[in-house]
């Protein structure tokens, strides 16, 4: 409906271990942007990608990185994961300075046992 | 101090109720500000924009007040299908940054 596409919707890891989740923008959009939605929780900016490079972070470790590609995809990685990082990942697309509406994909949630 | 702060609710009102939202931002930098809906399980969508002058949408109507650094958001005669969990959210160096949302049951 938005364009904006996840994957994969749902997945298990366990402790300890590392995951790759990936986001594909909406068309002509240049800015991704990660979220982190634990349960009850309203979603906590991760960090922002803009042709390419990290464009500003949230109070998020290191173990959290990501890329964006040419194409202006994106993934978000999570090493040593922690029981804690169990939420709902949620990846919005925008076109940076036209008002700055961000369209919401449908998530990746993530359980850590 | 988080940088948006909302009413924790939840909220459970009769259905044709009018429901108030409240919502404060610390950042006075803020540059847009937005409301989103939020379905049980499903990715949040964007309600309305909200601007100074205030705006309406049917029944929902949003208001800013910069000098205050508070944003609202009307909901009336609502219906069952109002049910939801509703998210401010400001626009902040680009970034989007959202309160922790307002949990609203209508009830029948």
């Known amino acids: 409906e938005t364009g904006v596409t996840q994957s994969p919707t749902h997945l298990i890891k366990t402790r300890g271990q590392q995951v790759t989740l990936r986001c594909s923008s909406q068309?002509?959009?240049?800015?991704v942007s990660w979220y982190q939605q634990a349960l009850g929780q309203g979603p906590q900016f991760i960090f922002q990608?803009?042709?390419?490079?990290?464009?500003g972070r949230g109070n998020f470790p290191p173990r959290f990185s990501g890329l964006q590609f040419p194409n202006y995809s994106s993934e978000l990685n999570v090493n040593a994961l922690e029981l804690d990082d169990s939420a709902l990942y949620l990846c919005a697309s925008s076109l940076r300075g036209r008002g700055n509406t961000i369209y919401f994909g449908e998530g990746s949630w993530l359980t850590v046992v | 101090r988080k940088e948006v702060e909302q009413d924790p609710g939840p909220f459970n009102v009769p259905e044709g109720a009018t429901v108030a939202f409240n919502c404060t931002y610390s950042?006075?930098?803020?540059?847009?500000f937005f409301w989103y809906r939020q379905d049980c399980r499903k990715e949040p969508k964007l309600l309305m924009s909200v601007y100074s002058s205030g705006n309406e949408d049917g029944r929902f109507t949003a208001q800013l007040n910069r000098a205050s650094q508070y944003i609202s958001l009307l909901i009336r005669d609502s219906k069952l299908s109002d049910s939801a969990t509703y998210l401010c959210a400001v626009n902040r160096d680009d970034k989007i940054i959202f309160g922790k949302g307002t949990r609203l049951h209508i009830l029948p």
């Open positions: 990608y803009y042709r390419e490079e990290e464009n």
């Open positions: 068309s002509g959009h240049n800015t």
């Open positions: 950042n006075s930098a803020s540059q847009s």
